[in-house]
């Protein structure tokens, strides 16, 4: 797998690795904002977050916008279901309604930002190219990689 081997090359340091929802594990076409639970999972990429959630310096974390305030428990139920393996303490889902409908490229470019880094190298798995443009002119520092890579 193209992603479990790229990591490899951090196998001396822990990685933080943030994953979207929307469009790389939740199948964004099917259903709609406000009824996260009848989105489809996309189980080839779910498996493959699985085993790397295996490695032993891997950090596995969701970072998924909702535009509710609602769609945070939608998301975590979902999560509960199809991906247990993400930690609820590792589950990031900032909603934009508590914040002032800010766009989510500000919303996960601050989040990142914001990061305790504690030596770590931070990765972000994003499907939306402006999300990883905004986090990539604020925070030079971190990976940024398409959900392509969980393409194999």
């Known amino acids: 797998m193209y992603l479990k081997d790229y990591l490899q090359q951090y196998d001396n340091k822990k990685v933080k690795m943030y994953v979207d929802m929307d ?11 406000a009824n996260f639970d009848k989105k489809r999972p996309l189980f080839t990429t779910i498996n493959k977050l699985e085993e790397i959630s295996k490695m032993k310096n891997v950090e596995l974390f969701i970072l998924s916008i909702s535009r509710m305030d609602e769609g945070i428990t939608q998301k975590n139920e979902w999560l509960d279901k199809y991906a247990p393996f993400f930690k609820k303490e590792n589950r990031v889902i900032i909603p934009r309604e508590s914040n ?3 766009s989510s490229s500000e919303l996960k470019s601050t989040y990142v930002k914001d990061l305790k880094r504690d030596d770590s ?18 925070c030079p520092d971190v990976v940024l990689l398409k959900d392509t890579v969980l393409v194999d």
């Open 100 to 102: 002032d409908f800010k």
């Open 23 to 33: 469009g790389v594990i939740a199948d964004y076409i099917v259903g709609d904002a």
């Open 121 to 138: 190298v931070v990765v972000v798995v994003d499907d939306d190219p402006r999300i990883l443009f905004a986090i990539k002119d604020m």
